[in-house]
């Protein structure tokens, strides 16, 4: 079975610092690509970065460049996130999930299939005074 | 704002077909497959149609996915209760390079 488990998560103040982790299980994790989803409370989804299944390429959301980084240990299957500079308005749960497969030779291309077929059970980040 | 357009609430009674729509642009919608997604209250979101129209194992066939141009559409045939939930549409942009979520419809069953 194919799962996801985030942890990190926790109650921090503004300015600070958080790091999240992503164990995967089930499947090969080195040759699946990783999104961050977050949902803050009472609102929508909001996609905040993807790290490729290398590593080797990274993608972030406007309300999050320049204040996340995206890392990988793909011989331990987990991913991070690490959180700087954190705002208020960064409380949200926080998702990994698991993005499109790249074979030996090529991976889709990201427009015809990103993936999203599995998610964490998610990890609740509140940044508050 | 999100990019992607969705209304954002839907309604039908139990047996009734409902659609929910997505627009977008050309560098989204227009150009990629959109996959759409359920949240339920609690519980982490669940792939519910992908590239378009395809279902994942284990949602039913009542759930279908299409679209034409800058826009998508989900639809779900003889409604059920448990299919009271919020619906998000997304799509990759080749512009923004990043992914793109609709601001999702709640969907409610009378």
């Known amino acids: 079975q194919e799962q996801l488990v985030e942890s990190g998560g926790g109650v921090v103040q503004p300015g600070r610092s958080l790091r999240l982790s992503c164990a995967a299980s089930?499947?090969?994790?080195?040759?699946?690509?990783i999104h961050w989803v977050r949902q803050a409370p009472g609102r929508g989804l909001e996609w905040v970065s993807l790290i490729s299944h290398d590593g080797s390429k990274k993608y972030y959301g406007d309300s999050v460049k320049g204040r996340l980084t995206l890392s990988r240990d793909n011989s331990k299957n987990t991913v991070f996130v690490q959180m700087d500079s954190l705002r208020v308005e960064d409380t949200a749960i926080y998702y990994c999930?698991?993005?499109?497969?790249?074979?030996?030779?090529?991976?889709?291309?990201?427009?015809?299939?990103?993936?999203?077929?599995?998610w964490g059970q998610g990890t609740t980040v509140t940044v508050s005074s | 704002q999100s990019v992607l357009t969705q209304p954002p609430s839907a309604s039908g009674t139990p047996g009734q077909r409902v659609t929910i729509s997505c627009s977008g642009s050309r560098s989204n919608i227009g150009s990629n497959s959109v996959n759409w997604f359920q949240g339920l209250p609690g519980t982490a979101p669940k792939l519910v149609i992908f590239r378009n129209n395809q279902r994942p194992e284990g949602v039913p066939d009542r759930f279908s996915g299409s679209g034409s141009g800058t826009s998508a559409s989900l639809a779900i045939n003889g409604l059920q209760s448990e299919d009271e939930a919020d619906y998000y549409c997304a799509a990759w942009d080749d512009s923004l390079n990043r992914v793109l979520f609709g601001g999702g419809t709640k969907l409610t069953v009378l």
């Open positions: 999930v698991k993005g499109r497969y790249c074979g030996r030779s090529s991976c889709y291309p990201l427009g015809y299939y990103y993936g999203m077929d599995v």
């Open positions: 089930g499947f090969n994790l080195s040759t699946y690509d």
